[in-house]
């Protein structure tokens, strides 16, 4: 395992350790690109809540570390690129003696979720996810304009490098041979080929990849699979050729629905089969699925839930997740990296699959 990813599996497993005697343990996630400014207001709203709480010492303990975590947002310029995540509260397990320590992690790779958590334990799951050993596909999607190479990771797509070509239209300057505009041409267009494999090669360098899907509109991308642009070691890596209408993130989007039987086992593969499933399910109107925390709650409790669907930065996560580990219900969070994801999240961001 890489040597980062280590070490914070390490943290993690001091963070799963900790106890407290009472609801003050506050983990906090500001996921990549989030508006960091507005970090310390959701600290402010927090605090303020918190003055409104009975117990005199979980009071005093969660507003101790609210303002630890405030403190350490003042000392950080900027939001790191792949987001950050704060640890803090009363470990100790004396009654009225207050051991308050906190923990600052900027993760490996990017953090999807934004949560704001105060419990006995820490939440760690979206930590544990970013470490976990996931399945890695890289997709290639190209034309002779664009190309863009994506990493899918679990159920995370990042894009890893995007580049435009200088290859002209099949229209010629004036006063150009056709002879010598089509020799351009073509050696622009084999430049382009060029840094889009070098671009493949530096990206898959760094991951375990269990296959490689080429794909795009037109043929330029069996020009690159069959014209040895790939070393043989990725050459052999590849799984496939999908085509497309597009090769900007829309483009990998479609080489993931097109390409499907390609990458069956790849987690966002069967994340979108379920979303599929549950929105077919919801549109025939036969009472064999239910959305909302109300409802869900209900038929979990009731015994009817097979599957809990439930978006990352659900703001009950806590809740739900409690109530299917008390029922032997199976859940399944459910990412924004696709559209199904995002669609799933404007419904409210929870559903079941009823067993009848």
Request: aromatic residues 6%.
């Amino acid at each position: 395992m890489d040597p980062e990813l280590l070490k914070m599996k390490k943290v993690i497993d001091e963070l799963e350790r900790m106890r407290g005697r009472h609801t003050e343990l506050v983990s906090y996630y500001i996921p990549a690109g989030s508006d960091f400014n507005k970090a310390s207001d959701l600290i402010s709203q927090e605090q303020a809540l918190t003055r409104n709480v009975k117990n005199k010492t979980v009071r005093k303990n969660v507003l101790y570390a609210l303002e630890r975590v405030s403190q350490e947002l003042k000392l950080i310029p900027r939001l790191p690129e792949n987001g950050i995540a704060f640890f803090c509260g009363n470990v100790s397990q004396e009654e009225g003696k207050a051991d308050i320590k906190i923990w600052t992690i900027v993760p490996p790779d990017p953090i999807q979720v934004k949560l704001y958590w105060c419990g006995q334990t820490f939440k760690t799951d979206p930590l544990k996810e970013l470490v976990r050993e996931k399945d890695n596909y890289l997709i290639v999607c190209l034309d002779k304009s664009q190309s863009t190479v994506a990493l899918v990771s679990g159920k995370n797509i990042t894009i890893k490098e995007n580049l435009d070509s200088l290859v002209p239209g099949k229209t010629r300057a004036g006063g150009q041979s056709s002879v010598r505009f089509s020799r351009v041409r073509e050696n622009l267009l084999m430049s382009h080929l060029q840094h889009t494999a070098a671009a493949t090669v530096t990206v898959a360098k760094d991951y375990s990849l269990k296959g490689i899907i080429i794909s795009g509109p037109g043929p330029i991308k069996e020009k690159f699979l069959n014209e040895g642009y790939l070393p043989n070691d990725l050459q052999k890596q590849v799984l496939g050729v999908v085509d497309t209408s597009y090769t900007d993130i829309q483009g990998i989007r479609e080489t993931l629905e097109r390409g499907r039987e390609l990458i069956e086992e790849a987690e966002i593969t069967r994340e979108i089969d379920l979303l599929k499933d549950f929105f077919v399910r919801l549109s025939r109107a036969k009472g064999e699925v239910v959305y909302g925390e109300d409802d869900v709650s209900g038929a979990i409790e009731a015994g009817k839930a097979d599957i809990v669907l439930m978006s990352e930065d659900f703001s009950e996560m806590g809740k739900i997740e409690e109530l299917c580990e008390q029922a032997g219900t199976r859940l399944e969070l459910i990412s924004m990296a696709t559209p199904e994801g995002a669609q799933f999240k404007s419904i409210g961001g929870v559903g079941a699959i009823l067993r009848y």
